[in-house]
């Protein structure tokens, strides 16, 4: 298929990864590089993605053997490289958070529909070959009590083995809307006799549009969910 029109114009030549799609496919990646748990995956962002680049990827050839002005190709090849390798570490950055935190992701609802269908299959396939080699190199060579992947010892109460994103993580970010009531603090964390030694809730906190705030990733989760937040 011929992305241009029938008399062969270059000067019409539409690209058709669109630049729209494109700016999302960079929001994305920089949301999931920065956030310290795995977001929900774009799944429609990259179906579009993913359908243009190999539309864009034959059009590109075709204009090599046609042809056409070899520094034009070239800089059509270079956007086509550009959102490749946008896509490319957008994913790849996933596949590192699931490696990470496989046995928590599993776990957890929430971020398990999160993945796509693919990630699921790779999440079970990782688990089981991690806990094959965990079984064979060093868990069988234990004591009865400590061959758990998930405690430190059978009698401990949490799976404290099981590594889980920091939530406390500070990150830098900014909104375009004006957000007020942001709890910056809590203390719903800990035994409630803990509370008393606990220091006091700060004031809500406001962000204002364009401006650039290093706060703590737990204090604008849910805002991050909602695309109100851009990090960086």
């Known amino acids: 298929m011929d992305a241009r029109d029938g008399d ?31 977001l929900k995956f774009e799944t429609d962002l990259i179906a579009r993605l993913t359908g243009q680049i190999e539309l864009v990827e034959e059009n590109v050839e075709q204009d090599a053997q046609s042809g056409i002005d070899p520094l ?24 590192q958070k699931i490696e990470k ?21 790779f999440a079970k396939t990782c688990l089981v070959d991690l806990e094959k080699h965990l079984e064979e190199s060093v868990l069988s060579k234990l004591p009865n009590n400590y061959q758990s992947i998930f405690k430190q010892s059978m009698i401990s109460e949490e799976n404290d083995m099981v590594a889980k994103p920091q939530l406390d ?33 700060e004031e809500p906190f406001e962000m204002e549009p364009d401006v650039l705030y290093f706060v703590r990733y737990k204090a604008i989760k849910k805002f991050v969910e909602e695309g109100r937040i851009d990090l960086f």
């Open 8 to 38: 062969g114009s270059t000067e019409e030549y539409e690209t058709l990864i669109q630049t729209t799609d494109v700016e999302l496919l960079k929001r994305a990646w920089r949301q999931e590089k920065a956030a310290p748990e795995i």
């Open 72 to 95: 034009t190709v070239s800089l059509y090849q270079m956007d086509l490289d550009r959102s490749q390798f946008l896509l490319r570490s957008y994913l790849r950055i996933r596949l």
């Open 101 to 121: 935190y496989i046995f928590h992701i599993l776990a957890t609802a929430e971020l398990y529909n999160h993945l796509s269908k693919q990630e699921k299959a």
């Open 169 to 201: 993580t500070f990150v830098v970010c900014k909104t375009n809307y004006y957000l007020g009531h942001i709890q910056l603090e809590d203390n719903e964390d800990g035994p409630s006799d803990d509370r008393a030694n606990q220091r006091p809730l």
